[in-house]
Each structure stands twice: as structure tokens, then as C-alpha cells.
């Protein structure tokens, strides 16, 4: 059995839209097929039966440059913050 998988906002939302005008028993397959789907038992999403397929967010783009470093705060000679006082 697969782990469970994680939804974004955007998956969620696209397929509540996808959901919208569908009722009774289609619909309640369209839910437990994605259920099934979510927690891992499922190798596919639900099946709408349209043309219209769920489209992957682009990869975010590869970071470029130098990465942040973690800041320190200023310290006097005495080793107290500087804006402490």
C-alpha cells in the first residue's frame, strides 16, 4: 500500500470545481475513488470520464545565486544586544 498522499489548495480546488454539477451516485464514486486515491490505496485519481485532464503545477524554478544565510543580531563589547537597550 502507497503512504498517503498530500493535496495542495489548488488540486483540492480543481476538483471540487470538476465536482460542481455532478450529483447522486456519480457523484459519491467521483468522492470515494479520490478518498481511495488520497490515502494510498488507489494508483489513480477519479475518473471523470471527460476529455479534460488535471494539469501538474509547473516545478518551481531552480534557485540561483547565493542562499540566505541565518543573520546575528549586533552585540556591543559588553555582549548585550544592541537594541535591548
Do not use: C, I
Amino acid at each position: 500500500m502507497a503512504p498517503p498522499r498530500r493535496v495542495t489548495r489548488r488540486d483540492a480546488e480543481e476538483f471540487l470545481r470538476r465536482l460542481g454539477d455532478r450529483v447522486g451516485e456519480e457523484r459519491e464514486r467521483l468522492v470515494q475513488e479520490h478518498q481511495a486515491y488520497m490515502n494510498g490505496t488507489r494508483d489513480s485519481d477519479a475518473d471523470f470520464g471527460d476529455e479534460e485532464t488535471k494539469d501538474d503545477a509547473p516545478a518551481a524554478p531552480p534557485t540561483t545565486g547565493r542562499r540566505p544565510r541565518m543573520t546575528v543580531a549586533a552585540r556591543e563589547k559588553d555582549g548585550s544586544l544592541l537594541w535591548q537597550k
